[in-house]
T-cell receptor, first 112, second 116 residues
Framework: GESVGLHLPTLSVQEGDNSIINCAYS??????FIWYKQESGKGPQFIID?????DKRQGQRVTVLLNKTVKHLSLQIAATQPGDSAVYFC???????????FGSGTRLLVRP | EPEVTQTPSHQVTQMGQEVILRCVPI?????FYWYRQILGQKVEFLVS????????KSEIFDDQFSVERPDGSNFTLKIRSTKLEDSAMYFC??????????????FGPGTRLTVL
């Protein structure tokens, strides 16, 4: 069936440290994955995406890693800042679909 | 930077009443979506819409729900007879292209619907 889940519901990190948020997916037909950030009272905001033919993609301070063998996705945030505090969702997409299938979210708390 | 807007930010209604949630997608986008998020739960897909037709919908999107593009800028979600379990945050999204694996969906800030 379709399911995207997260291992850690809450992650607390010290400002300046690196953060790693994990996500497991179960649908091997998914070929595109996205990380969204949701701040309180706002809609999901696109962070970074990766296609299934890649295993790593880097953005500004963020890196997404994809391990298709174990169906695992991670988001790494370098030098975490207070503004990074939010809920992070992974989402998967199956080929030719219009819909995003979201995971349950991880709350990232950045300690000053 | 262009963004998706939604009104109202919060809607309170009585069970059984009809509600219309409004969205203005990004102006050059052609594909529109509604998602919902029940408090504390994950974001769930409701429906996608292109060229005045529904292109995909979920099991949640039953006969009580409908969508419309009444003019060149607005995209609406109507719930005909609201139930308590319809209470949620409703997000509109839009994208330039359709299939979710080819183009980014941009989300609005959401409308919080409370059904009493």
């Amino acid at each position: 069936g379709e399911s995207v889940g997260l291992h850690l519901p809450t992650l607390s990190v010290q400002e300046g440290d690196n953060s790693i948020i994990n996500c497991a997916y179960s649908n091997s037909a998914s070929d595109y994955f996205i990380w969204y950030k949701q701040e309180s009272g706002k809609g999901p905001q696109f962070i970074i995406d990766i296609r299934s033919n890649m295993d790593k993609r880097q953005g500004q301070r963020v890196t997404v890693l994809l391990n298709k063998t174990v169906k695992h996705l991670s988001l790494q945030i370098a030098a975490t800042q207070p503004g990074d505090s939010a809920v992070y969702f992974c989402a998967e997409v199956m080929d030719s679909s219009y819909k995003l299938i979201f995971g349950s979210g991880t709350r990232l708390l950045v300690r000053p | 930077e262009p963004e998706v807007t939604q009104t109202p930010s919060h809607q309170v209604t009585q069970m059984g009443q009809e509600v219309i949630l409004r969205c203005v997608p990004i102006s050059n986008h052609l594909y529109f979506y509604w998602y919902r998020q029940i408090l504390g739960q994950k974001v769930e897909f409701l429906v996608s819409f292109y060229n005045n037709e529904i292109s995909e919908k979920s099991e949640i999107f039953d006969d009580q729900f409908s969508v419309e593009r009444p003019d060149g800028s607005n995209f609406t979600l109507k719930i005909r007879s609201t139930k308590l379990e319809d209470s949620a945050m409703y997000f509109c999204a839009s994208s330039e292209e359709g299939h979710a694996n080819t183009d980014t969906q941009y989300f609005g800030p959401g409308t919080r619907l409370t059904v009493l």
